[in-house]
């Protein structure tokens, strides 16, 4: 089992930027590929982005590429996700992922491990 716990959500108005941590523990070799998704409020979970273990293949959500990266430190076992030039459409909890393997999906039901969320709100 992998568990994870995510952090560094908050209030910030549209333009400004976050850090989101995602800690991994447990059997974090299952952990190889790890991704970010977010849930507005009233919708379902979408993708964000992904990464691979070596952090050499990501992999982003059309509505955040440019805006958002996503990052990992192995001796860490965490995974970030910068988020820049916030919008009020970025609302939503934010939930880390894992999954073994080397591809990089954006389904949800394709990830077996995931964290609690942090919820991240974004005023205009």
């Known amino acids: 089992q992998v568990q994870l716990v995510e952090s560094g959500g908050g209030l910030v108005q549209a333009g400004a930027s976050l850090r989101l941590s995602c800690a991994a523990s447990?059997?974090?070799?299952?952990?190889?590929?790890m991704g970010w998704f977010r849930q507005p409020p009233g919708k379902e979970r979408e993708f964000v982005a992904a990464?691979?273990?070596?952090?050499?293949?990501?992999y982003y959500a059309d509505s955040v590429k440019g805006r958002f990266t996503i990052s990992r430190d192995n001796a860490k076992n965490t995974v970030y996700l910068q988020m820049n030039s916030l919008k009020p459409e970025d609302t939503a909890v934010y939930h880390c992922a894992a999954r073994s393997g080397s591809l990089l999906y954006s389904r949800v039901n394709l990830y077996p491990y995931w964290g609690q969320g942090t919820q991240v709100t974004v005023s205009s």
């Open positions: 990464i691979s273990w070596s952090g050499s293949n990501t």
């Open positions: 447990g059997r974090t070799s299952s952990a190889e590929v």
